[in-house]
């Protein structure tokens, strides 16, 4: 039975966690570390799991677990590769969620070759999120068996090109926040024309549940034309989204995230 190690147990690594409960791994198989020791408690209440322990205990946590996942922020990993590297053995397998931390990177501190870069979004954790896998090494095969059985449920994309992990980590990783932001103006304008909080939350979500719908049969621009027609109100809105360019401002708004990841690869000593 494999056993896995979560380094760096914040919102993504919770969220691994989940899914890896919720496709049934036991609960015996996982254990984690975290930076912040004010929350332990919390997440050891929230995941209903005890091996969870401060940073200080990452080379316990690793000493037997078949794969070891390093969710730390880019900052940290630098700081978490010296301090594990000389407990990894060969027949383990590391697996970043760091964005912007290419392979390489990882290999030239670690010297191991079993790495695989992952780019999971939060969904994982109800099995409805995208994840992104890439490997140089890792055979396909062991890819597929270990993200079935860890994220079945949520969409699994395999890439043959590392650079598609960085994209998908603005497009997948950020993707949900940028929604959640106009959905929640769309929800502050409709308390504002007099909705109740429960009544709109339920008509954004559902509207985005029907949205997600229409993608899987329509192209974007088909759902568009469907919808706005001429003199209409959602003309009138798309209008006045485009006089103001907000089309150009999320163009960019994802160009500001690409190029921060870019950065951080750059900035890595």
Known sequence: MSIISIIGCGNLGKAIIKSALNNGVKKECINATIFN???LGNIRNDLN???IYDYTQNRRVI???NYIFLCVKPFDIKRTLLDIKGHISPNQTVISTAAGVDINYIRNIINRKNIIRLMPNIGIAYNKGVVGVYSDNVKHKQLSLLCNKLFRGSKII????EK???IMTVLSGCGPAFISFFAEKMYQQGLKYGLSKSVCREIITSTLITSSS???NLKYDEIIYQIASKGGATQAGLDFLIKNKVDEIYM???????NRINNI???LD
């Open 214 to 216: 229409l993608f899987n």
């Open 164 to 166: 598609s992990i960085d």
């Open 49 to 51: 799991i005890k091996s």
């Open 158 to 161: 395999y890439v043959d090109n």
């Open 37 to 39: 020791k004010n929350k």
């Open 265 to 267: 690869n750059k900035g």
């Open 252 to 258: 960019r708004t994802l160009d500001n995230s690409y």
């Open 63 to 65: 000493k037997n677990s």
